[in-house]
């Protein structure tokens, strides 16, 4: 879709701002101002963001006005990010969303961090999130929930729901999330935004906060596939930092969206369809798949009768790892040390519970139980032998079908408060995002449908370091219902006033 | 659901107090509480993992041949101590500062 050229530059996408900069009609300094407009503008109600440096912001940018017009600038020049607040940022406050970790200013940038800025992407600040990522809403933030730009009574989904808001509300024209159990996809549907969790491997872990070492993965937010395709291509790649990154060939995922569908082979998965999920989420990922099938794509019917395991799996082993990787929070090297402390285990003790919020405490329980004598070979053994099956059974499935689709979560937004107090009906959020996470495998959440005023997504996982196929099918669909439908009220409002 | 499967395991007091204490982490009464009722009803939903038979599955592992491939290995410069010690809650002389480690160690002079 073409914006109006009367749209303000906090609603444009990075595509069109970059197409304007190379032509020298739009200068970075305006389209920042127009997003630090946006954010004076809706924060209040929102929340998306835990630190923000508009001076940093605005300095950055016109270090780039003067390249205005030059066909030869990086792909991002100009164009205002935001990130998630568990990414390290040089001197700049990371806390995770944690009280033990206020404060905290790390010596050095993530890997993404280092490669937007080489790409000329302006670094707004650092978005809302749970706690070391662990929560499907936002309201595990250690400093309040983030709200949906939709409905500010609603939660913006998690745990990266800071930045799904910034993008979906104009306070960032891309932004970076993690996605350990679906945090990148959920609020990426619940915010009416693209959202990207890559292949395990396809993007460096260095400097993320980890949570979960073998599930995490950095991806990115916007606001159509082609601006994720962009966002994608700066981000991905082999980083000596990261062992864990692969040696695999970054694709031009943009140059790579031709939109065509044609004989592509769909695979519908029962599970992810069947009771448990909203019928008006149902509905519109069933016209999703129409819409699909409308462009020449050929349904699959399939089966991953495994599935629902994946859920109960997935919260043995990311817990069990969260346990491990949350013992550096202990008072020692960074963050909050507790002031009544005679020794040092209970220093460590008091630190921690001192700084860990209900969430996090919980998963280090569960995490440390399921990793203890006794329980080792019946709990974390067990959940990694069910994500083993997992994993063959959905790349068996990928051997047959091209890409599987089906809902991102059972349900739209849902109201702040409801969940927080029983956390079986908050992970529940997790149960169609879970199992890519577990298999290693790319998935996007793609707006496909609005439903009692709030954004339905289509999740669309693809093969490994297959992001190129999951990209274009969203792009697919994004040329044949518009993107114009995905707007929320409250950022329409505003870039109305801002023109008036 | 099969008759065979294996009881929810008892998530009781002593439990919580003991995975509490592995864990590094000083709960409130109300926590132990809240948290014994909720990993036991967590603990209890999960049961159903017992149902499968995974017959000789093995556990998911690293043997990916996409990822894993090492660096070279080659000297560079590291973090300076002082900005790696930046961002301690105390430190003393290059070094980090904690409470005694074993008891009545106060007065056994600096490392």
Excluded at chain 1, 32 to 40: E, G, N, Q
Excluded at chain 1, 305 to 315: G, K, N, T, V
Excluded at chain 1, 460 to 475: K, M, P, Q, S
Excluded at chain 2, 10 to 15: F, G, P, Q, S
Aim: proline share 8%; hydrophobic share 40%.
């Amino acid at each position: 879709m073409t914006p109006t050229p009367s749209a303000s530059p906090a609603d444009l996408p990075a595509w069109e701002l970059r197409a304007r900069y190379r032509r020298g009609e739009m200068r970075p300094t305006e389209v920042v101002r127009a997003v630090l407009d946006r954010i004076d503008a809706v924060e209040p109600r929102i929340h998306a963001y835990l630190y923000l440096d508009a001076d940093a912001a605005l300095r950055d940018a016109a270090r780039w006005d003067a390249a205005a017009g030059r066909e030869d600038a990086p792909a991002l020049a100009g164009v205002p990010v935001a990130l998630k607040d568990n990414l390290c940022t040089r001197g700049v406050p990371t806390t995770a969303g944690s009280r033990i970790l206020e404060g905290f200013r790390p010596p050095y940038d993530a890997t993404v961090v280092t490669r937007l800025r080489e790409a000329g992407a302006i670094v707004l600040g650092k978005t809302n999130c749970d706690e070391f990522a662990m929560g499907s809403s936002t309201e595990n933030s250690a400093f309040g929930p983030t709200r949906n730009p939709w409905d500010p009574a609603r939660v913006p989904g998690g745990s990266s729901g800071g930045s799904a808001a910034a993008v979906a509300a104009g306070e960032a024209t891309l932004a970076l999330g993690s996605d350990t159990g679906g945090s990148i996809r959920e609020p990426g549907a619940f915010c009416g935004v693209v959202g990207l969790k890559p292949t395990y491997g396809r993007v460096s872990r260095y400097g993320l906060i980890a949570f979960a070492s073998s599930l995490d993965q950095i991806g990115p937010f916007a606001r159509d596939a082609r601006d994720a395709a962009l966002l994608l291509r700066e981000i991905a790649g082999r980083d000596p930092a990261d062992a864990t990154s692969a040696d695999v060939e970054v694709p031009d995922y943009p140059a790579l969206l031709t939109g065509r569908v044609r004989g592509l082979r769909l695979g519908v998965v029962r599970e992810f369809l069947e009771d448990g999920v909203d019928a008006g989420v149902a509905n519109a990922v069933r016209d999703a798949i129409r819409t699909l099938e409308g462009l020449g794509a050929r349904r699959v019917d399939v089966s991953l009768p495994h599935a629902p395991y994946a859920l109960p799996a997935y919260y043995i082993v990311a817990p069990a790892e969260a346990s491990s990787n949350l013992a550096r929070y202990a008072g020692v090297l960074y963050g909050r040390r507790t002031d009544r402390a005679d020794d040092l285990i209970g220093m460590y003790a008091r630190t921690r519970d001192e700084g860990f919020g209900a969430e996090v405490k919980r998963r280090i329980m569960l995490g440390t139980y399921a990793l203890s004598a006794g329980y080792y070979d019946a709990f974390y053994l067990r959940a990694q032998r069910v994500r083993e099956v997992i994993r063959r059974e959905m790349e068996d499935a990928l051997a047959a079908v091209d890409i599987l689709v089906g809902p991102v979560a059972p349900t739209t937004a849902f109201p702040l408060g409801e969940r927080v107090e029983d956390p079986l009906q908050m992970y529940l959020a997790d149960v169609f995002t879970v199992p890519l996470n577990l298999a290693g495998l790319p998935g996007a959440s793609v707006p496909c449908g609005v439903v009692g005023g709030l954004p339905v997504g289509l999740q669309i996982a693809g093969r490994r370091f297959d992001e190129a196929t999951v990209l274009n099918v969203a792009h697919a669909l994004e040329q044949a219902i518009g993107t114009h439908a995905f707007r929320p009220p409250l950022a329409a409002a505003e870039g109305r006033r801002t023109r008036a | 659901m099969s008759d065979d499967r294996s009881p929810a395991p008892t998530i009781d007091d002593a439990t919580v107090a003991h995975v509490a204490r592995l864990s590094r982490l000083e709960l409130t009464p109300e926590e132990r509480r809240l948290f014994r009722a909720q990993l036991g009803g967590i603990l209890e939903s999960f049961q159903r993992l017992t149902e499968l038979d995974l017959g000789d599955t093995p556990a998911a592992g690293q043997g990916d041949p996409a990822v894993g491939a090492l660096r070279d290995d080659r000297a560079v410069p590291s973090l300076p101590r002082e900005q790696a010690l930046a961002n301690a809650p105390a430190v003393e002389d290059g070094y980090v500062v904690v409470p005694p480690v074993i008891e009545g160690a106060e007065d056994a002079g600096t490392p």
